[in-house]
């Protein structure tokens, strides 16, 4: 970008910097009933929502938005949306971008990860890690993604802290450096130890949760003999740590070599002041996005983002199609025509909404970090770059490596025309990974995911909107490998026992395994084939 050369321009370019300083835009990874909701619903207890349209939630909880887009979502109770909450919390802006999770686990939570700045890893205390929350950690570890851990439920009897502490070393490969230390054992949650204000307070639960919690400064002299063994226990283990792990270190934690670690009892309000503090002084902010030439594009050049996920089918009456888009630079102003890098053709953002769900709130304008929906954005896929004025390009969004596969065909084989238009639009906008070969045919490709629920949506999407019913056949593979081997693809095996190979919309041969024996059989019958794991971003 070039410096300002008028007032007025650098006018523009420092009241873009400034809102960018004062945005955190995050994410919280853990395992279904780790208490995401729980948090979410907590942050939005201590920050004022500057609205919750877009966030959904399943259950019964303090907030209780649940979408109705879908009849499959009414019916079941759950999201399949990845809107954004935007809070604000002591002049800054905390948008809270939504991981689906439980049986809505799709790519589309994988992709959420490319469009934040850090993640909030949220741990049940008497579980430590669990699988999904592995799943979400191995991507960000793949983005370089800042991580902050919240041990949660320390109310509840759990694991061990210094052991806790411990497990987040050995899993993240990061440095656990507690910001807060919980007085008392999982269980017994009295109190915390406040590293970053370096003071002790005594927490006290207020309406069952539905208030802020009561925090009373310890002076330790003031303690009674017999609760002061609990403080001088947590000071103990807490100094403990402090002396091996080291202190908190921003640059540390931004390169995500540190992870800060807060206790916390989300359903009670305790240790949520603490990380919302910790988000706002030290989390980052939007820095400037590497383009896929290896260029950074700093947050005050002219206006550019990219669209992390589309969705469609919402409301079949209107064949609603939004594509979320997270900015990068510059000011999102709606009306303004941006470019899409991907066709070059112009793009009007007529109809651009702060944050879907039932209700829609028209966006005048947005900054780098926020997140925008554009409505009745058929032309946008997954992965497409927009901008204003200089042209950019940033790197494509990873394929994630599926785990599930169907083969599908139409019910009807005299639709088949519709069956491959919708199938086409499908993998167009990343709902499902469409895999073909010459054996399978067109008429039954197969369709990978990460998730049960895309084929679900694919199975209602093909129905109700283009009309071609299919009827999906579990394959029983788990597994999936890039085929790397230059060799022409028809020197490579289509089928062996196991597995197969097939070919992505993308070109990339795909080679799918039922475990993984099989996948060590076939490398040792052909060793001229070489493989790689899916997904490394
Ligand atoms: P999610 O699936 O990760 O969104 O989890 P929820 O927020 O729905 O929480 C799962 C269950 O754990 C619910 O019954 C919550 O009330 C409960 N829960 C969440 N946080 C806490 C906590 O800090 N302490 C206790 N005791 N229960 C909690």
């Known amino acids: 970008m070039t410096s300002p050369t008028t007032p007025a321009e650098a006018v523009r370019t420092s009241t873009i910097a400034e809102q960018a300083l004062r945005r955190r835009t995050f994410a919280v990874i853990s395992h279904p009933d780790a208490g995401k909701s729980t948090l979410t619903e907590a942050l939005a207890l201590y920050a004022s929502a500057i609205t919750d349209a877009g966030v959904t939630h399943g259950k019964s909880s303090r907030h209780g938005t ?54 909030v890893m949220l741990i049940d205390a008497a579980k430590g890690f669990e699988p999904q929350t592995v799943k979400l950690l191995e991507v960000c570890k793949q983005r370089g993604l800042p991580i902050v851990t919240v041990i949660n439920k320390w109310d509840r009897p759990g694991l061990d802290a210094l052991e806790l502490i411990d497990q987040i070393g050995e899993r993240t490969e990061m440095v656990p450096v507690p910001l807060t230390w919980p007085v008392g054992t999982a269980g017994h949650f009295e109190g915390l130890l406040d590293v970053r204000a370096d003071v002790s307070l005594a927490l006290e639960s207020v309406g069952g949760g539905a208030l802020p919690a009561i925090e009373t400064v310890v002076e330790q002299a003031d303690l009674r003999p017999d609760s002061s063994a609990v403080w001088d226990a947590a000071h103990e283990e807490l100094g403990l740590v402090r002396s091996s792990n080291g202190e908190f270190d921003a640059a540390e934690f931004t390169a995500a070599r540190q992870t800060p670690v807060l206790f916390a009892a989300a359903a009670r309000n305790f240790g949520v002041r603490q990380l919302v503090d910790m988000l706002v002084e030290v989390g980052p902010p939007p820095s400037p996005r590497v383009a896929a030439n290896g260029v950074r594009r700093p947050v005050e050049a002219d206006f550019s983002g990219f669209v992390f996920k589309v969705q469609a089918g919402q409301n079949t009456a209107h064949r609603d199609h939004i594509a979320y888009l997270r900015i990068c630079s510059g000011v999102f102003e709606r009306g303004m025509v941006i470019t899409n890098a991907r066709t070059g053709r112009p793009f009007a953002t007529k109809y651009a909404h702060r944050v879907l769900g ?68 499908l993998d167009h906008e990343g709902v499902i990974q469409v895999l073909r070969s010459e054996l399978r045919g067109d008429q039954s490709p197969v369709l990978a995911a990460v998730g049960q629920l895309q084929f679900e949506v694919a199975e209602q999407r093909m129905r109700t909107e283009f009309n ?43 080679a799918v395994f039922g475990d993984r024996w099989k996948l060590g059989h076939f490398t040792e019958a052909n060793p001229q084939v070489s493989l790689e794991v899916i997904g490394a971003g």
């Open 358 to 425: 039932r209700e829609r709130e028209a966006l005048e304008q947005a900054w780098p970090g926020d997140v925008v929906g554009l409505v009745n954005a058929t032309s946008l896929r997954v992965g497409d770059s927009l901008y204003q004025e200089e042209a950019v390009t940033f790197p494509e969004i990873p394929h994630f490596s599926p785990e599930l596969f169907v083969a599908v065909r139409a019910k009807d084989p005299g639709r088949y025309k519709q069956f491959r238009r919708g199938i086409e639009q």
């Open 66 to 119: 649940v979408s109705d887009w879908m009849g499959m979502e009414r019916e079941r109770g759950i999201s399949i949306s990845s809107a954004a909450l935007q809070l604000e919390y002591r002049g800054t802006v905390l948008n809270l971008v939504d991981t689906p999770g439980h049986a809505d686990f799709s790519e589309d939570t994988y992709r959420v990860l490319a469009a934040v700045d850090c993640a």
């Open 468 to 510: 071609a019913p299919v009827s999906l056949e579990s394959l029983s593979y788990t597994l999936a490998r890039r085929v790397t081997t230059t060799a022409p693809a028809s020197t490579l095996p289509e089928t062996f026992r196991g597995g197969e190979i097939l070919r992505r919309s993308d070109g990339e041969h795909i």
